[in-house]
């Protein structure tokens, strides 16, 4: 509803003004006038309506008052194009290509995956502030530009792919490990829709290892889910986890998506690669049994298609494994400037530096990755851990 009112309308907060309104005008009037037979026609109306009387109310230039006079309420619905799943559709459209692939993915996070801009800002590594201006600034350059927001064609969707998949991604690990102070800590609404979503795609365009290499990466996730907060309430490491209460159908899927991926001899990309991680790690029955250098192998790899700073983080708790956390933790200081903002790079020095002895280092980053991390069960097993060094 938003895409198709930014259409019309040619203005994103408009749009999602009307939206907003239109569905607090349900709230309002359907307890007592009951559901209307076509709820989806209902709310395209009204909020068609809200945006005409907000257009008419704001502005006082002619051109304005005749641009609202000349919006029908009977325009033809806008055709569905090849996507039949309402939300996906409207994924795919505002992934617009004319924004900067950052920007079309926050944008799209905040109209569409529900996440809210403290929770985008934290995915990017951002300050909130900052995330509300680049958001602002992206609607800005659409409205500027006059950038048409259309159901794209099926040639368009490979273009638009990219982004689509990592706002799937970020919905995801949001809902894997809710960043908010006020939320659950896992939000299986979010996890469960990015997966049905990522399936559609796959069924779209089954051919694209990056959507199978995506699926899989959150099966394999998933898989784990029962085992990563204990009963009272405490994230479980990866390496502390019941391997026996993981979802074995959903390993044995993710482990086909990635096989075959392997199977076609083709350049792995990023999605893939996280997923084969993700393969090595649940195809051991024991922690001591992870097979390491094959896990920074394929970091390797990783790096040379995103030399970011997380995946650094992430190579470097593999590094420990094979060459000691001092090793590791040299590669982890390095990082500091970049990544003093997020709570899991703390948290892995902290426990880089207590595997050295270094005990009152240790203390010092833990209680600075608990000031930082807004998740309940990660903040109560990082507090056990630093209350462990005595």
Not at 235 to 252: T, Y
Not at 258 to 265: F, L, S
């Amino acid at each position: 509803m938003v895409a198709a009112l930014t259409r019309r309308f040619g203005d994103l907060d408009v749009a999602e003004e009307a939206a907003a309104d239109a569905f607090a005008a349900a709230v309002e009037r359907w307890p007592a006038d009951g559901v209307p037979p076509n709820p989806g026609g209902w709310f395209t109306t009204t909020a068609t309506r809200k945006a005409i009387d907000r257009i008419r109310r704001e502005s006082r230039r002619e051109d304005k008052q005749k641009e609202a006079h000349l919006v029908s309420y009977d325009d033809p619905p806008e055709p569905a194009g090849p996507i039949d799943d309402d939300r996906l559709r409207l994924i795919f459209t505002c992934c617009h290509p004319a924004l900067a692939m950052e920007t079309r993915v926050a944008l799209t996070l905040r109209m569409v995956g529900g996440l809210t801009v403290p929770e985008i800002a934290r995915a990017f590594l951002v300050r909130p502030a900052a995330m509300e201006q680049r958001i602002t600034r992206a609607k800005a350059k659409i409205k500027a530009a006059r950038i048409p927001y259309r159901v794209p064609s099926a040639e368009d969707l490979p273009l638009r792919l990219s982004g689509v998949l990592a706002v799937l991604f970020l919905v995801f690990n949001e809902g894997y490990l809710a960043t908010g102070p006020g939320t659950d800590p896992v939000r299986h609404d979010l996890t469960d829709e990015a997966i049905r979503l990522t399936r559609l795609i796959r069924a779209l365009l089954p051919g694209d290892g990056e959507v199978a290499g995506l699926l899989a990466l959150m099966l394999l996730t998933e898989a784990r889910r029962t085992a990563r907060v204990s009963a009272d309430g405490e994230l479980v490491a990866l390496a502390e986890q019941d391997r026996g209460s993981w979802d074995a159908a959903l390993i044995a899927e993710g482990h086909r998506l990635v096989r075959a991926r392997i199977a076609t001899g083709m350049p792995p990309g990023r999605y893939q690669l996280l997923a084969a991680i993700n393969a090595v790690h649940t195809s051991a029955r024991d922690v001591r049994d992870t097979d390491w250098s094959q896990i920074a192998a394929l970091y390797d790899q990783l790096t040379r298609l995103d030399p970011s700073p997380i995946v650094a983080l992430n190579r470097a708790i593999a590094v420990a494994e094979l060459d000691g956390p001092e090793v590791a933790l040299a590669t982890v200081d390095h990082l500091g400037s970049v990544l003093d903002g997020y709570h899991a790079y703390h948290a892995t020095r902290a426990d880089l530096l207590r595997r050295l002895g270094r005990s009152r280092d240790a203390r010092a980053a833990y209680d600075r990755a608990i000031e930082l991390a807004g998740n309940t069960a990660e903040t109560a097993y990082l507090k056990r851990r630093r209350d462990q060094l005595g």
